[in-house]
C-alpha cells in the first residue's frame, strides 16, 4: 500500500517527504544530544551544591563543637580536689552551671580512673558507671587537653552522641 502511494507522488512530494523525514530524525537526535548534556550539566550544578553544602555544614558543626569545647574546659576549672571529693559539692557545682548545660544533652563528671560521679540530667544506669576504655576519655587523661570522641551509641542511654571529655 506505501508503495502504491510513493508511485503515485510526484517527485517534488517524495523530495519534501524525504525532507519532512530527515528533519524528524535531525530534530530528534539533537533533541537527544541536548537533554544528555543539560542532564550532565545538571549533575555537575547538583555535586558542586552539595559539596558546597557539606563545607558549610562541616564548618558549623566545627564551630558548634568548639564553641562546646572552650565552655567544658572554662567550667572544668571549678572542679577541684576538693569539690570532687565530695559527691554532694560535685552535684551542687554541676548544678549551677546553667549556661554551660544549656550546650549540652547532659553533663556527667569522672573520676580519674573514668567512674561516672555525678550526671546531669539524671539518666537511669548511667551514674557509676566505667568510661575509662573509651578512646576520648583516654586521650583526655593521656594529653591533660580536652578531646571529643567520634559518634558512640551511649552504655545508659543507648542513644547516639558526641562526648567531650
Do not use: C
Request: no cysteine; aromatic share 4%.
Amino acid at each position: 500500500m506505501l508503495r502504491a502511494m510513493t508511485r503515485r507522488l510526484s517527485i517534488k512530494s517524495k523530495i519534501a517527504m524525504l525532507a519532512i523525514l530527515a528533519m524528524a530524525v535531525l530534530t530528534l537526535l539533537v533533541t537527544t544530544m541536548q537533554w544528555v548534556l543539560v542532564e550532565r550539566d545538571l549533575k555537575g550544578v547538583l555535586s558542586q551544591q552539595l559539596r558546597t553544602l557539606t563545607r558549610q555544614a562541616a564548618a558549623e558543626l566545627d564551630e558548634k563543637l568548639r564553641l562546646r569545647r572552650d565552655a567544658l574546659t572554662a567550667s572544668a576549672s571549678v572542679y577541684t580536689a576538693n569539690v570532687l571529693s565530695d559527691p554532694a559539692k560535685t552535684g551542687a557545682v554541676l548544678a549551677q552551671m546553667r549556661a554551660t548545660s544549656t550546650l549540652f544533652d547532659s553533663l556527667f563528671v569522672t573520676d580519674e580512673n573514668g567512674r561516672i560521679l555525678y550526671d546531669l540530667p539524671a539518666a537511669a544506669g548511667r551514674r557509676n558507671l566505667v568510661i575509662a576504655d573509651r578512646e576520648y576519655f583516654q586521650r583526655a587523661m593521656r594529653t591533660g587537653h580536652t578531646a571529643i570522641s567520634a559518634p558512640v551509641v551511649g552504655r545508659a542511654t543507648k542513644a547516639p552522641q558526641i562526648n567531650i571529655a
